[in-house]
């Protein structure tokens, strides 16, 4: 049984280094992984991507109590050490490493000053768990798919039997045929559901009024 967990924006860190896990998240995380990670404390953990494994870590950042007295728990997902990864994450998330590549050249940025991105070129990381309390499914929502569904969705409406045809779509090449199934349904789903929000202008189709 796999289970979405959180959306994340890419950005600098998420390309280079790691991302921190949403606060409202952590005892979902911690939970997952039936460990609950001490401050300081560290466990690795598996990324599954189109059926490849990639190594992460967990960690428990340990901070100064004494000192940030009020400050929340801080849980990373890091890879810093894990080129392959990265070199992974930067692929995917092609239009967003060249644009902020090309915004710190043109600005000169040093450090990891944020960059932000245009609402309309952003892309996205997915994370689902798995039945495994190590491994997840990281999915993703690129610019090109973004943009894809904006023009078909300006170019027709969307039929039941388009709909239909999209979720009984099989990937004969898949290596792990039910695994890849499962992850391609479950981001078409996805797809179909900001298809047809934006088709109806976020409009319910039963009495009209805006959610």
Do not use: W
């Not at 479950?186 to 409009?203: F, V």
């Amino acid at each position: 049984m796999e289970n979405y967990f959180f959306k994340k924006e890419v950005d600098l860190a998420t390309l280079h280094q790691g991302f921190t896990i949403p606060r409202k998240q952590h005892n979902l995380f911690l939970h997952n992984i039936k460990y609950n990670l001490k401050p300081g404390e560290h466990l690795d953990i598996i990324f599954l991507i189109n059926n490849e494994k990639f190594i992460a870590r967990m960690r428990n950042v340990n901070f100064n109590k004494k000192r940030y007295p009020d400050h929340t728990p801080i849980l990373q997902i890091r890879y810093d050490n894990n080129k392959f990864l990265i070199n992974k994450l930067q692929s995917l998330f092609l239009n967003s490493y060249n644009y902020i590549s090309n915004e710190r050249k043109l600005k000169d940025i040093k450090g990891k000053k944020y960059i932000k991105i245009p609402d309309p070129q952003k892309e996205f990381l997915i994370l689902y768990s798995t039945e495994l309390s190590d491994t997840f499914v990281l999915d993703y929502l690129t610019f090109k798919e973004n943009n894809d569904l904006k023009n078909i969705i300006k170019e027709k409406e969307i039929s039941e039997n388009t709909i239909e045809l999209i979720l009984n779509e099989k990937d004969y090449n898949a290596k792990i045929e039910l695994q890849h199934k499962l992850i391609k349904v479950r981001k078409l789903n996805y797809r179909i559901a900001i298809r047809l929000k934006e088709l109806y202008d976020y409009k319910c189709q039963i009495c009209g009024y805006t959610a």
